[in-house]
């Protein structure tokens, strides 16, 4: 059973360049969320999708998006890159109940 | 005040220690309770969860949560060098419109042979 897997592994960007950054759900899963991780630090909730919706979104500006296909798997877009949004990018999959299961992430380095 | 505060460390132990690891929390709506263990440039992987109040073992692992309190656990028996990590608590609030995951800092942790 695979578990959730997202690509690329790692991405080295110039500031105001835009990023894709993929993730597929763990089999069976249908609610795909993500967060950003900045060093040393929790994961920051950044959007939610279920029925390829945006159901929730935590504090991060519109440069910011996603997309989630019928498949579940999904995509983060961050348009218009800063130093600031260098950062672990992390996908997590769930079913109804809200137990989340992570990648092992992107690691995103903005120069 | 952050909604979750966790003591970021560095905890340091001796192989075979019990290690306790605490979150503390101030939004009465959370429901789940959940701890990852993170190494170093990977993702977080769920150890263990708890819904509402209770203890929950699993192995050398104990999950505990106080609500009354608004404090939680995660014990670790007989630690091991393999243990060494950043320990993630996270918490959710019920319904589909609120169940994002908050996270504390991480505690890290190094189990010493």
């Known amino acids: 059973d695979a578990g959730v897997t997202q690509s690329p592994t790692h991405l080295i960007k110039t500031r105001g360049q835009q990023v894709t950054l993929r993730c597929s759900p763990k089999s069976g899963h249908d609610t795909v969320s993500w967060y950003q991780q900045a060093l040393g630090q929790g994961p920051q909730f950044i959007f939610q999708?279920?029925?390829?919706?945006?159901?929730q979104r935590g504090n991060f500006p519109d440069r910011f998006s996603g997309h989630q296909f019928p498949n579940y798997s999904s995509e983060l877009n961050v348009n218009a890159l800063l130093l600031g949004d260098s950062a672990l990018y992390l996908c997590?999959?769930?079913?109804?109940?809200?137990?989340?299961?992570f990648g092992a992430g992107t690691r995103l380095s903005v120069l | 005040q952050k909604e979750v505060e966790q003591d970021p460390g560095p905890l340091s132990v001796p192989e075979g220690a019990i290690v306790s690891l605490n979150c503390t929390y101030s939004n009465s709506a959370f429901q789940y309770f959940m701890w990852y263990r993170q190494y170093s440039r990977k993702g977080p992987e769920l150890l263990m969860y708890t819904y509402s109040s209770g203890n929950k073992e699993d192995g050398r692992f104990t999950a505990q949560v106080d609500k009354s309190s608004k404090y939680i656990s995660l014990f670790i028996r007989d630690s091991q060098p393999s243990d060494s990590a950043t320990y993630l608590c996270a918490m959710s609030a019920v319904g589909g419109a609120t169940n994002k995951l908050i996270f504390g800092t991480g505690t890290l942790l190094a189990v010493q042979p």
């Open positions: 997590a999959s769930s079913l109804w109940e809200n137990i989340q299961y």
């Open positions: 999708y279920y029925e390829e919706e945006e159901r």
